[in-house]
């Protein structure tokens, strides 16, 4: 695997990405968790204006469980260019590397898999293996997004019209055949993106249903017993808005939600909230 590596610090950067070359910029240096972001309330707020979240299409990232790695993707419609970006914490200072095509995507709670779409990489003593396949089982499955939780258990979406989450767990040591599921969670116009917790109590998707607030919304379902998941519940309209909001991911340390807001046709940007949002919504028991 080959990475491009910058070892400039970020506040040095400005990336024209179409052509990999490097200026000058007036940022302050980045440091400390987030990029030295303050956290934000109850109210959505744009991600690390600047330094993630600019004028393109970014793409919800996701950190590694450490919390010195980000992958995002940045996706530039009028140049039609897609870029695999990484952020690496150094020292105490961040980095920002352009990542070979096909590197990026879900990272497992462990931190020793990186998933995207029907194939998987592991962590390595020199990076991230070359990609693998997740089985025949999945080869005819067009996926998007894959999230595992700490047990193992597969939840992703498929690359089509309408979309199915689906799961599949791993039993004594075998992964089963995935299944879908059930109208809780597949109703609607378009079904995808989901994200799982780490101990399987919720799910995080975006759909474009009745009811909801714009063209696609967040919605969450809570597992209220093995196997039996609750009625989706919007996520509200303060997440919420009449455009897309969708690509839900919270942080490894459980504080911070994070999801993608499209603003224009060129321009979408990642957004986060306090978790506390998510335990709003939990059913009482």
């Known amino acids: 695997m080959k990475l491009v590596y910058h070892s400039i610090p970020l506040v040095l950067l400005a990336v024209a990405f179409s052509n990999a070359v490097y200026s000058k910029n007036k940022l302050p240096s980045i440091e400390g968790p987030y990029f030295g972001q303050t956290p934000p309330g109850m109210t959505p707020e744009v991600f690390a204006p600047d330094i993630v979240s600019k004028e393109h299409r970014d793409w919800t990232g996701w950190f590694t469980p450490d919390m010195k790695e980000y992958y995002f993707t940045r996706n ?3 140049a039609r260019t897609s870029t695999k970006m990484m952020l690496k914490l150094v020292d105490g200072q961040w980095h920002e590397q352009v990542l070979d095509s096909g590197i990026g995507g879900s990272i497992s709670p462990d931190g020793k898999t990186m998933h995207s779409g029907n194939t998987y990489r592991v962590r390595t003593d020199k990076g991230w293996s070359e990609p693998k396949s997740l ?3 999945f080869k005819d499955i067009p996926i998007m997004v894959l999230s595992v939780s700490s047990n193992g258990t597969y939840i992703f979406d498929e690359r089509e019209v309408t979309g199915t989450i689906r799961y599949s767990r791993l039993i004594n040591g075998k992964r089963e055949t995935p299944k879908a599921f059930g109208k809780q969670i597949n109703s609607g116009k378009w079904t995808a993106h989901p994200f799982v917790a780490p101990d399987e109590s919720y799910i ?3 759909s474009e249903r009745e009811g909801g607030y714009g063209k696609t919304d967040l919605y969450i379902s809570f597992q209220i017993k093995d196997g039996v998941w609750s009625e989706a519940i919007n996520l ?3 997440i919420n808005t009449p455009g897309p909001d969708t ?3 919270v942080s490894p ?3 911070y939600l994070f999801f993608n807001r499209k603003f224009s046709e060129d ?3 990642i957004m986060w909230i306090d978790a506390k949002v998510i335990e ?3 059913p009482k028991m």
């Open 76 to 78: 530039n419609r009028k």
């Open 135 to 137: 089985g025949a089982a």
């Open 204 to 206: 995080i998707w975006d």
């Open 236 to 238: 509200g309209d303060k």
């Open 247 to 249: 690509g839900a991911v």
């Open 253 to 255: 340390d459980g504080k």
């Open 267 to 269: 321009d979408s940007d």
């Open 280 to 282: 709003q919504l939990r």
